[in-house]
């Protein structure tokens, strides 16, 4: 062996709910300063997909590196309550602390236990005044606000001399649920001063009937769509301008974490992870927030490698990346053994600046966010091609990413297709041996009482099924 190296310190940040089309990086209208410094700094994947558009299923598949119908952890709770993840289960928490790290999380878990062998800081609130009236805080802000006093008075005192792995968890923009509920219905926007975002090129839904139908009515599952459906165009360039804001403010605290983790001395080598655990609708198909559906807004989230340890400065690597690739590239990043339970690949050369490398597919899934609706769905993704399948109704989607990035077009029926859609529909067979997911045994839970208007989500009036 060769000389004894110093183990890599490794700084990973989470948001929740940030679509990776929000941001200028990726195309989007956002731009962010820290956020962007981490990219001139670093290597920013393509494209990353979550495993499961859902807070608790992808982060308890990002902390064990599993796909959700493996660990089953499936739903946020409630009518469907999981089993908290045991010690069978690998947890890169456990990993790193079995190797000698001092391992530590600050902020959100929803991690259905997956977050086995972290220290966690508490999760707490600390109510602090709103800056704007457009943009109320809620809490979300004041949980951030906590974390960040845990956070940075760790990083200031910290004695530790072992290497450490270190998570903060920020729930921001995710403010932008409660911020619905404020401007539920027909309503005037607050004044705002700043520009109004545009609406994305797929805020129209034009091809609505021709969806699965989960999709179709996802606007009688989800209350917070539910509670957009009489919204103006106008009310919904000011949930972007809102989604904007509620990221500014996680864009400047991961600023003040960065600062005090340089002066803290741990810099080093240090590997720096930039993600989010999902997307958001940011408007597109006149949808919010997130639910059912595995469009891009809503799975792909943003993925950059950054810090020292990443010599790629301000390059992209090109390919497509799953969150199931964080626990065995931190592994590799920190010289630790590989663990073959891991649905994941070591992606670590692209801090190098080599490309992410090919795959047959990468998969997304949707079980139910409380249980009082169940639409299982699932998405694969082979070279440009996007294949999604609902058990209800054995609704189909097939997209073809270079041709229609927004995917306003099913090509379901589309004859030129016909054999890209046998080969999905072939492959999507294999997905499900090959990961052994049980889809086609799961249940389908919806009530017809939700499904009685016209399709469209602006046809939507009264309450959703999880307010009934
Ligand atoms: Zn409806």
Known sequence: MGAILVKRNILVFVLDQLSSRALDLYGGQFRMPTISTLASDGVTVDECYTIYPLCQPARASLWTGQYPHRNRVWSNGRECPI???????????????????????FGKKH???????????????????????????????????????????????????????????????????????????????????????????????????????????????????????????????????????????????????????????????SLIVFTSDHGDNITARRSVTKQVTLYEEVTSVPLIFSGPAVSAKGQRAKGVASLLDIFPTLLSAASLPADSRLDGLDISKVFSGEDLPERKYIASEWYTEWGYTISPGRMIRSGSIKYMRYLEGNGEELYDMDADPYERRNLIHDHDYHDILERMRTLFDEYLEETEDPFFTLCVKADHRWRSHKPGYENHRGPTAPEA
């Open 83 to 105: 089993t908290p993840i045991d010690s069978s289960f690998p947890a890169l928490g456990e990993a790193f602390a079995a190797a000698g790290y001092e391992t530590r999380h």
């Open 111 to 269: 991690d259905g236990g997956a977050l086995r062998g972290f220290e966690c800081s508490e999760e707490k609130e600390r109510k602090i005044p709103d800056e704007d009236p457009a943009f109320p805080f809620n809490m979300d802000t004041y949980a951030d606000a906590y974390t960040m006093d845990e956070t940075l008075s760790y990083l200031r005192s910290r004695k530790d001399d072992r290497p450490l792995l270190m998570v903060v968890d920020l729930i921001n923009p995710h403010n932008i649920c409660g911020w619905i509920g404020k401007n539920k219905g027909a309503h005037e926007d607050m004044p705002y001063s700043g520009e109004l975002p545009e609406l994305p090129p797929n805020f129209r839904f034009d091809d609505i009937e021709n969806r699965p139908l989960p999709v179709q009515y996802l606007c009688c599952s989800h209350v917070r769509q539910g509670q957009t459906s009489e919204w103006t165009e106008e009310n919904f360039r000011h949930y972007l301008a809102a989604y904007r804001y509620y990221l500014s403010i996680a864009d400047r605290q991961i600023g003040e974490v960065m600062e005090a983790y340089r002066e803290a001395g741990l810099m080093d080598d």
